[in-house]
């Protein structure tokens, strides 16, 4: 007969599957939990080149918004961010919707259109930065072809330097694009074609509107995916354009590196990602209710 | 005589005894077919050309270079660009080319991608089939903080690796990356581990075998095909690195991203552009390689990892 | 004569042909299919039956032949140019749409006026009885509902010709023997001409006016039920319909002084009150009855008798199957289920060969 005290403990069922999860666990807890609240807590501090607990409320946040750096980082963020956004889905689609047109060479496009984003960005940024060389790269060639008044100058007018980033980041990114788009044409199901060319819809329309709202889910997915790497852009600013000329491609993510590990000041630093970590929960957190909050109902 | 045709072909309704017949006649230049392959082989052109570029202009030499075709193909190779880049190139510090950064990048890669797969996979296969208490909620942090944005955790590891002692070393890299390699390798596995059918789980349990047993000798040797693919993954991510690499090493254990970043843009004088594309080209070159010999498995790799949830 | 036929055939399918690279999937078909009437194309998995369909409609281009809607020759014709309305399989209803949108879609595309468009929703919607349906999205409908709506969609098309291709494969049995008596009120009603794909050979016998039996991308016969269920042009078709299946026995034919007989094994089977289809000769031959046509222990006086021992004894409800070893190969014959004998038993058996078909030993073709 077995007596209560010899029911085994709760705590050492599965023990060594609880053993094994004590990386996940320990990175959970202590890596993002603990180092996001650390950060968040030491940015109300006047830290400059190491850590100090003494407490200034809002001072760091004052000086980020005044701070003309860090207004045209976001401002860049912003202007680069939307257009990222429209055109990866854009063109990334359309290459897609190509591609699923039982072409001759489809594996050879793809593996074309996919292949940049196998490189790193600061592989990227560098030969950009090469290909837009006023002296040298496209602005040289179409000027030497005759449009002597063809200027295209990115890295040196402050203007359009943003500009010249993003072409570099479509350059690498609307592969996956393509990619996630391809994947969510290929799952529709054909008898929905065929009923639509029956009707007499014609093709244009039946992607605009039949697939297109059939694809809702991918679209959100790869949203999601461009949104949260488009809030990290660094490495490609760093090697493009270091971020200038002057100020005049600075970013968010630069911003805090600059000042944490640059400029000895660790409280500004701590501010500006915290301001990071505030912008994508603004995004994710209307996404995560609408996503899961839905189901539970 | 047209009678004669038309009672031969028994019981038809003529219209027209001559009409269409056959397969549609489609013209192989049609304007579907202009526009279409048209469109994709200029955007080719927009992919490819970066690299033609890269190629080229690290065959030339300076003097080549400075007439300015960089569209054109070399008129005279040289593989000096390569030599130099490797060997010889300056960072602000020294004067030994990217064949230290390549070095250092392979041994944070290596260690990194087999560690942070070792313990993804048993992690996730500790999700999949030994669900206990408090799992789910940790997993859900996990991934909920892979959209957390790197700059928020930077500095907290920067103290930890300190107090442990490793900060600088290639050691405390390799622990960075597994950190965050996790949340995204901790899925991909936990996914799969879960598509497998149930009853091989429970056989084996029947049979007597344990967590480390079943592990072993019945999951591992049935996931070839989504090892392939967490190597891809994170060999791709952790060469093409530079935001830990810059932040977590010291010059001499710089990975090769950061040196090459160096090579470029930090130096005064004379830019050897040349040099500069050779060194870009051989940065890209390994995870190109890992690109091309993978393959589908690459596809594949993308869109499980970019499944979230 | 040729204008005769014109005036009353619908579709016409001539020496059509349809290849994948090296393999043949259609080959050189011929099918009329007058106004009005209701044909199924009925076969195994991959006998051709839905990629013929598939072409009449044009959404296969073909490799040979012509195909003729109306009079007209389409061959080279759009889908939405030929006259047809199709229904698939999955429904394949656009599942952002309401249903009302749904049927709309392709008329306001086409640039049909707005009354009329309303016009042709209300009567179809009338005929389907999806009135209240008309604001749902497809996710709310049951499966039921929605290949009504799939119907209506071609309904509102206003054409001579609609196309189903295999419409209730995705519905529960009761569903769809629900759904088959409203196909057939449909036809009725409408009076259009209908090509139905299906391999179920209940749907086949209870809807069509017609069936082309298909196998291997030819059309092996092209008859009516129960032409095709009393007269197979083949062993093929005498096999693939009726369940349980028509009995068969190996044998010869042989002419001795008493006619032609079949000969398996010491039974000799007169063939006095069969109906030759060709002259007959002596040789290997297959000989079929169907288990309805035999009668058991009935006491009647028939061409051909015997005695045999029951095997095994299948109650079905309302009839049982009683298997017994004829020249010592199998034999069922059907009973209700009252007179049904016991394993073991002796049981007289007897048969009119007049209900009974003879195939070819080597060509397998109906003698």
């Not at chain 2, 193909?73 to 660009?81: D, L, S």
């Not at chain 2, 810059?246 to 552009?273: S, W």
């Not at chain 3, 929703?121 to 389907?128: D, F, G, H, K, S």
């Not at chain 3, 034999?331 to 049981?347: I, K, L, M, N």
Request: charged share 15%; glycine share 8%.
């Amino acid at each position: 007969m077995r007596s209560k005290s010899e029911r085994p403990n709760p705590l050492f069922r599965n023990l060594n599957a609880k053993i094994a999860s004590i990386p996940m666990v320990l990175t959970a807890l202590v890596v993002f939990v603990g180092g996001t609240a650390w950060t968040m807590l030491y940015s109300f501090t006047n830290s400059k080149l190491l850590p100090r607990l003494k407490f200034v409320g809002l001072d760091q946040y004052e000086r980020l918004w005044s701070t003309p750096r860090w207004l045209v980082s976001i401002e860049n963020l912003f202007i680069y961010g939307i257009l990222s956004l429209i055109f990866s889905l854009v063109i990334g689609f359309l290459l897609a919707a190509m591609l699923d047109q039982k072409i001759r060479f489809e594996n050879a496009f793809r593996t074309i259109f996919l292949y940049p984003f196998a490189l790193s960005f600061i592989v990227t940024g560098l030969v950009w930065q090469w290909l837009l060389n006023p002296d040298f790269g496209v602005q040289h060639v179409v000027r030497s072809l005759g449009w002597e008044s063809f200027t295209f100058n990115p890295l040196y007018d402050r203007q359009i330097v943003i500009y010249g980033v993003l072409i570099a980041a479509l350059w690498q990114g609307t592969g996956l694009v393509m990619c996630l788009m391809l994947a969510g044409l290929r799952s529709i199901d054909e008898d929905i074609w065929k009923a639509a060319r029956v009707d007499g819809i014609p093709t244009w329309r039946t992607y605009l509107f039949i697939i297109i709202p059939m694809m809702r889910a991918v679209f959100v997915t790869t949203l999601v995916i461009i949104a949260s790497s488009i809030v990290r852009v660094y490495d490609l600013v760093v090697a493009q354009t270091s971020g200038g000329p002057g100020i005049a491609s600075e970013v968010p993510a630069k911003y805090v590196y600059d000042y944490m590990f640059l400029g000895q000041n660790l409280g500004q630093g701590f501010a500006a990602s915290t301001m990071m970590l505030l912008s994508v929960v603004i995004v994710i957190v209307p996404w995560a209710y609408l996503e899961f909050g839905r189901r539970r109902r | 005589m047209m009678d004669d045709q038309i009672k031969a072909v028994a019981g038809a309704p003529i219209s027209d005894p001559g009409g269409p017949r056959g397969p549609k006649p489609r013209r192989a230049l049609s304007r579907r077919n202009i526009i279409l392959y048209g469109t994709l082989f200029v955007a080719a052109v927009y992919y490819l050309l970066p690299l033609y570029v890269m190629v080229v202009t690290s065959l030339k030499g300076m003097p080549e270079i400075r007439l300015g075709h960089i569209f054109a193909p070399p008129m005279e190779i040289t593989f000096e660009p390569w030599v130099k880049a490797w060997g010889k190139a300056c960072t602000g510090l020294n004067c030994d080319g990217l064949s230290r950064g390549f070095w250092n990048s392979v041994r944070i890669t290596i260690p990194s991608v087999l560690l942070s797969i070792a313990v993804a996979s048993v992690n996730g296969y500790a999700l999949a089939n030994w669900r206990f208490k408090g799992a789910e909620i940790f997993f859900t942090i996990l991934i909920v903080g892979a959209f957390i944005p790197y700059q928020v955790m930077l500095y907290p590891i920067v103290i930890i690796l300190r107090e442990i002692g490793i900060y600088g070393t290639l050691t405390g890299l390799v622990l960075v990356h597994c950190i965050f390699g996790m949340p995204i390798l901790t899925l991909l596995f936990r996914n799969y581990f879960a598509s497998l059918p149930d009853e091989l789980f429970r056989a084996a349990r029947v049979d007597g075998a344990g967590f480390w047993g079943i592990y072993l000798r019945i999951m591992l040797p049935m996931s070839l095909p989504i090892f392939v693919v967490a190597v891809i993954i994170q060999t791709t991510g952790i060469w093409n690195d530079f935001l830990f690499g810059v932040v977590y090493t010291r010059p001499d254990t710089y990975p090769m991203t950061v040196q090459l970043n160096n090579i470029v843009n930090a130096v005064q004088g004379v830019k050897e552009y040349n040099v500069n594309m050779a060194a870009t080209l051989i940065t890209g070159l390994v995870p190109l390689i890992v690109y091309f010999v993978s393959g589908k498995l690459f596809v594949r790799g993308i869109a499980a990892g970019a499944v979230k949830g | 004569m040729t204008s005769e036929v014109s005036a009353k055939t619908s579709v016409s399918v001539q020496d059509l042909s349809l290849n994948f690279g090296m393999v043949s999937v259609l080959k050189s078909l011929n099918l009329d299919i007058a106004e009005g009437e209701f044909v199924v194309l009925l076969g195994p998995s991959g006998c051709g039956k839905s990629t013929l369909l598939n072409c009449i409609a044009g959404l296969l281009d073909i490799s040979d032949g012509r195909i003729f809607i109306k009079g007209r020759n389409v061959t080279w014709e759009e889908p939405a140019n030929r006259g047809i309305g199709m229904v698939f399989q999955s429904y394949a209803l656009y599942p952002q749409m309401t249903v009302e949108k749904n049927l709309s879609f392709g008329l306001r595309v086409a640039g049909v006026p707005k009354d009329e468009i309303a016009r042709r929703i209300a009567r179809a919607a009338e005929i389907l009885q999806i009135e209240p349906l008309l604001q749902r999205k497809p996710a709310a409908l049951s499966g039921g509902q929605r290949q009504r709506v799939a119907i209506g969609r071609a309904l509102v098309r206003d054409v001579d010709v609609f196309l189903f291709d295999e419409p209730l494969s995705n519905l529960d049995a009761k569903l769809r023997s629900e759904l088959r008596v409203e196909i057939k009120l449909l036809h009725r009603r409408l009076k259009n001409t209908m090509i139905y794909v299906t391999h179920d050979q209940i749907e086949a016998m209870t809807l069509a006016d017609r069936i082309a039996v298909m196998r291997g991308g030819e059309i092996q016969q092209f008859d009516a039920p129960s032409a095709i269920y009393n007269r197979p042009v083949n062993r093929f078709v005498a096999g693939f319909l009726g369940s349980p299946g028509m009995n068969f026995l190996e044998g010869r034919i042989e002419n001795d002084q008493g006619g032609w007989r079949f000969a398996v094994d010491g039974i000799s089977i007169p063939l006095a009150t069969y109906a030759f289809e060709r002259q007959p000769e002596p040789g290997p031959a297959t000989f079929g009855v169907r288990p309805e046509h035999v009668a058991l222990n009935s006491g009647e006086d028939w061409p051909f008798s015997m005695t045999a021992t029951v095997e095994v004894v299948e109650p079905m409800g309302s009839d049982t199957l009683v298997w017994l070893l004829v020249a010592g190969q199998k034999f069922s014959v059907r009973v209700s289920a009252e007179r049904a004998p016991a394993a073991g038993d002796t049981v007289s058996i007897g048969f009119d060969p007049m209900r009974a078909s003879l195939f070819d030993g080597k060509t397998d073709r109906r003698i």
